[in-house]
């Protein structure tokens, strides 16, 4: 299982998380949209609020030990309107996360940076954002 399954299944076995986020955890594309995503959207067409699991570009972790990483971690958290639902899910998330063990070869999970009460003007909805950096080894 690759780090993102591995994050995707943590969320997913979190049931009050998933309470909150009824549109679902994505992984494995490239954004939210009614053909990447399907289960994103109710049967009219309007976006439940959900989460998407992107990586970044992988750096050398210089600790001696070979073959090791870190790993860019960016969860996106979207909504239709408001923030009163992805608010609560982004708490739960950096709760799961931050400065944990996530699935195999993984030493350590770091919050990085949150950006909150922002706009996706693609899909014209709310968005929120963590980040953290996955210390593992490769």
């Not at 995707?8 to 009824?22: A, P, W």
């Not at 709760?95 to 944990?100: F, G, I, M, V, Y």
């Not at 709310?126 to 950096?133: D, H, I, N, P, Q």
Request: net charge negative; hydrophobic share 40%.
């Amino acid at each position: 299982m690759s780090l993102s399954d591995d994050v995707k299944t943590l969320f997913e076995d979190d049931e009050d998380l998933m309470d909150l986020l009824t549109g679902g955890v994505h992984n494995d594309v490239e954004e939210i949209s009614r053909q990447n995503t399907p289960t994103a959207f109710d049967a009219n067409q309007e976006l439940m609020p959900c989460v998407l699991i992107k990586f970044g570009t992988e750096t050398r972790l210089r600790s001696g030990i070979p073959n090791s990483v870190q790993t860019p971690l960016t969860i996106y958290f979207y909504q239709r309107d408001n923030y009163d639902v992805i608010e609560p899910a982004i708490t739960s998330v950096f709760d799961l996360l931050n400065e944990q063990k996530v699935g195999t070869n993984v030493w350590n999970v770091e919050f990085d940076i949150a950006v909150s009460q922002q706009r996706d003007v693609a899909l014209d909805c709310a968005l929120g954002m963590l980040r953290f950096v996955a210390k593992r080894l490769r």
